[in-house]
Structure formats: C-alpha cells, structure tokens
C-alpha cells in the first residue's frame, strides 16, 4: 500500500499543471525588480533557489557591480519582453497604400494629364502626400551639400568601362614548337642577304650558296632551279605576285629572271657593279638593290629593262620593299638609313620623299602594313635592336621598341593584325607583336643560330624562318580559328566570283 502512496505523491510532483513556485525568477523579472528599489530587492531574494548551507558564505558576497576604470553608465534592457529587439513600427496606411500601388502596377495607365491632376489634389488633401511617389521606406529631409571643393574618387573607380582586354576571351592556340623542319645545307650567314621567299601558289625559294631550290609546301616536292659557278652565291630571292616567275640575285652584279613552271630562264639583267642583296617587283618592274648603294629600277618587258637608278645610300641596300598598293618604295641599308621613294619609273633620277635618321645600324628588315598601306616597320640590327613604326603620309615616327636584340625581318601577319619579327645576337627568336600597341604575344625558340629571313605563307598561317644553323623552320602560329575561317571564305569567294565573270 506504500507502493502506491509513493508513486502518487511521484506524479503529482511531476505534474506541470500548476506555476512552479520556488523556480528562478526570468531575467527581465530581476532587472525589473532590481530598478524598482531596495524594498523589492529583500523580497526577490527569498524567492531565489536556495542554496546549500556549505556554499551560503560565498552566496553572499556578490560580484561587483562595474568593472574598475570602464564606463559607469550601463544601457540596461527593457523592462518588457520581446523589447530588445528592434521591429519598426509602419505606418499601417503606407502599407495599403504600397499594396493598392503592386496591384495596379500591371494595368493600363490610360488617364488624362486633367485626371492626374485630379488624383494628385485629392490625394494631398486626404493622405498628405502624393500617391504616385509613395514609398514604404521614406527617408525625411533633403541631403546636406558635399563641402566645396570635394572629390568622390569611387565615381571615377565605379563608373569606367571595362577594357576590351579583360572581357575578351581568346580562345588561340599557339605551338611553341615548329609545324616542320628542313634542312638548309650551306645557307650563307650573312646579315645583308635575303635568301627565301614564299609565292602566292604556294611554293618555297630557298638560296643555299650557288643553288636555288624550290619546295613546293602543297605536295613536299623539292626542285633544283638553277646553279651558278662554283665562285658565285645567290645573294637575293623575290616571287613576282602572280607567284609564276623568279628573280634571282647574283654576286656577279646581275638579276636572273626565271620561269618556274617551264624551269627555263627568261632574262640575265646587268646594270649594277656589285652584287645584288635586296630585290622587290611592283607589278611589271623589278626593283633592285646593290652593294654600291644604288637601287635599280627594271621593267622586264622591254628589252632596254633598265628605266630609273635611286641615288641615296652610301652602303649596300640590304632591305628594298614596295608598299602593298605601289605607291611608295622603302629602302635600308648599311649607312643606318631608311629612305621612301616615290613611284617615279619614267624619269631616270628621283628624290625621296623621306629619309629616317633614327636607327643607329644597319636597317634591313622592312615590312608594309598590308591593312595601313602608309605605315612602315622597321628594324635596325645589332647596335640599333629597334623596331620603329613610321606614317609615310606625314613622316613621323608612330613608336619605337626596343627588341634587345638584332632585328633580321619583319613580317605583318594580317589574320591576327600583328608584326613578326626574326632575331640575331643573342637570341634567335622570333616574337610576335600585337600592332600597334607593339605588346609582346608569344615569342617562338629553336634557332641554334640567328634567323637570317623570315617569309609568310599564302593564306596567313604559317611563317618560315631561315637561320644560320642551316634549317628552315616553319611556325603555323597565325592560323585561323575554324568559325572565323570560314567568315573569311565566304566574302572572299563573292570576290572571286566577280573576278570570274
């Protein structure tokens, strides 16, 4: 009977049905009770939990108040519940007034200036404000002024354009390694010879000491053109544009002149007294460089082929180079001089239109922008190491860069609009440049020697370059993607349409 006596009194005990009494006091109780005096401190303190008789000593010594050297005042937390918690109070007519505007956001406004003229009146008399410009959360009073004189930096940091650099992707492959290598036997190392050039039909010419062969880069087949006597070297190579026939520059101071496809020579021009270095045709006529320092001009369809001479250098013409529409002729040479000539071939003398002082040696590589046909690049070798973009329209220098190394060639590659150049000592890399920030986009190594020329494929993609380790690298480093290839095709095919008909 016990039993149950005792398991009754357990469950009353346990029950929550009635306030627990001798429980602690909630917190914002205390800090209630404790700010209404020191008569209701007595009274909270017998409705604490008590506490052990061994422990009532330490019970009475309380913490003190406020730590020593801070702050007296102390931010108390309000005496009702749920008041330490920030909720604003809204107005609750701003809140219709912000649900009757979502509502009719999506109509059709179809009323009359009269009406909202109207609306606006009776909205100003019954709420205060305009309806139309009501917002849920208003900030009152007008924006002090800024002090006179103020700057804000972050509107100059937040409000520029981002550079087309940076939100550009590129998606370009690049080899850093050559497409293929040839060999070039007995390739002369000689800084003032061009010794290769690339036709339009596709076909390599390449000087190795008295021989010119001929590689056709479609099929891979290899032709022996000519051979002169043992004594002489071939000093200069350069394709007509239509790509069919040859001139070849001799150290015995002539221009051979040669038909490819029939493998037969047409024409042996003398005029010059020493060799040949440098050579560039302008439709019909042939012009040529020697080491005398004169430029020859040669129309190849008459027989007294000899019809102007350019009076300019004092050393061999190492660089000779049309512009891309004929009008101009840019010359280098060893007296650290780039001369522009204009297309005079009647007359037998001509004056320059300019000549470039800046380079401080000997100027061989010479290139035309195929898209800006009045801008020139050249480089300067081994004690110059520049490139120099020249507008020949005015004469000025556009910008100068220096390569720290010698510059040999200079090539435009128009698929991605940029400049390649070949260099020497101490080097022997190619590098491409971005024109016409000239910023550097890859560089290309492998020469064990200095690279003697550079020439440009048909198409754009691939670049030979001929160096005194005796071979013949070819770089497909400005081929085209596939999509902006055949963008190129289709507007080139209606051009070869017309041609056609």
Known sequence: MSQFVFENDLQSVLKLDMPITNAPMPRWQRKASSSSGSGSTSANTSSL????????????????GKTPGKNTKV??????????????SRNKQQLEVASFLLSKENEPCNTTPTEKDHRKAWSMNLNGYDIDEAKILHLG????????????NLKVLYSQKTTPASTKKTTRYMSSVPDKILDAPEIRNDFYLNLIDWSSQNHVAVALHNNVYLWNAATGDIVLLMQVESEEHISSVSWIKEGNFLAVGVSDAKVQLWDVESQKRLR????????????????HVLS?????????HHDVRVAEHHIATLSGHSQEVCGLKWSPDGKYLASGANDNLVYVWPNVQESRDSTPVHCFTQHQGAVKALAWCPWQTNILASGGGTSDRHI????????????????????CSLVFAPNYKELVSGHGYAQNQLVLWKYPSMVKVAELRGHQGRVLNLALSPDGST????????????????????????????????????GIR
Not at 388 to 407: F, K, Y
Request: net charge positive.
């Open 49 to 64: 939990t008590p506490v052990k008789a061994g422990n009532k000593s330490l019970s009475t010594s309380k913490t003190p």
């Open 75 to 88: 931010q108390n937390t309000p005496s009702k519940a749920g008041g330490d918690r920030y909720i604003p």
């Open 141 to 152: 009073g007008k924006p002090m002024n800024a002090p006179e004189g103020y700057q804000n």
């Open 268 to 283: 042996n021009m003398a005029s010059h007294t020493s060799r040949v270095a440098s050579l560039s045709w302008n439709n």
């Open 288 to 296: 040529s460089g020697a080491r005398s320092g004169h430029i020859h």
């Open 388 to 407: 120099r973009i020249w507008n020949v329209s005015s004469g000025s220098c556009l910008s100068s860069l220096d390569t720290e190394s010698q510059v």
């Open 463 to 498: 670049i030979v370059s001929a160096a005194a380790d005796e071979t013949l690298r070819f770089w497909k480093c400005c081929a085209l993607d596939p999509a902006k290839k055949e963008r190129t095709a289709t507007k080139s095919t209606s051009i070869i349409h017309q």
